[in-house]
């Protein structure tokens, strides 16, 4: 019975939900309604919060409840702390997606709020960079490097360029993530030798 009800008990609350968030030295919460404005050195972030969530701030110090004990509503726990704290590491840090570029004769190159990238097609692409992210190129490692504030924006981003010429299985050429993992394959050659 006891472990029933402790088993009851866990479902009840949201681990990550519970978890306290620290704001660090310069960085202030304002609530406008049901939006939350998180302001860092490393700019503004904004995020409308579910009305079943109630958001406390005591000193430098936000928690998160849900309003009420409801299923539905509960799912939303968890998910709203994760957006504040990643809104507090934004503002503070900033998140980076690095980007690998591989191929003979691919390469990128920024020009003027354009990303241009040589990917083995007739022309090159131009990917105009959004306000709020700011995007490194190194040419030596062929490496790309997607930066900004706001998670999700860096996490599209990367994905819009990786898409672009996503890698080949048989090569390995095109843009990877860096430390991601391509299974290759093997080819025509590569079959009729093992048989």
Do not use: W
Request: glycine share 12%.
């Amino acid at each position: 019975m006891e472990n029933a009800a402790r088993v009851k008990r866990i479902r009840l609350t949201s681990r990550i939900g519970d978890m306290p968030i620290v704001l660090p030295a310069g960085v202030t919460m304002k609530q406008e309604g049901a939006v939350l404005v998180i302001s860092g050195p490393k700019g503004i972030l904004s995020e409308k919060i579910p009305d079943c969530i109630a958001v406390e701030q005591e000193g430098n110090t936000i928690r998160v409840k849900s309003k009420t004990q409801l299923k539905k509503d509960k799912c939303f726990h968890g998910l709203a702390r994760a957006l504040l704290a990643n809104m507090v590491t934004g503002v503070t840090q900033g998140f980076t997606k690095v980007l690998k570029i591989e191929g003979v004769g691919y390469r990128a190159a920024l020009k003027e709020g354009l990303l241009e990238l040589s990917l083995g097609y007739s022309n090159p692409i131009s990917y105009p960079i959004p306000k709020g992210i700011s995007i490194e190129y190194e040419a030596k490692e062929n490496i790309i490097r997607v930066i900004g504030s706001d998670k999700a924006k860096v996490g599209q981003i990367s994905s819009e360029i990786r898409a672009f010429r996503p890698v080949e299985p048989y090569k390995g050429k095109g843009v990877r993530y860096q430390g991601e993992r391509v299974i290759k394959k093997a080819g025509k050659a590569g079959k009729a030798g093992s048989k």
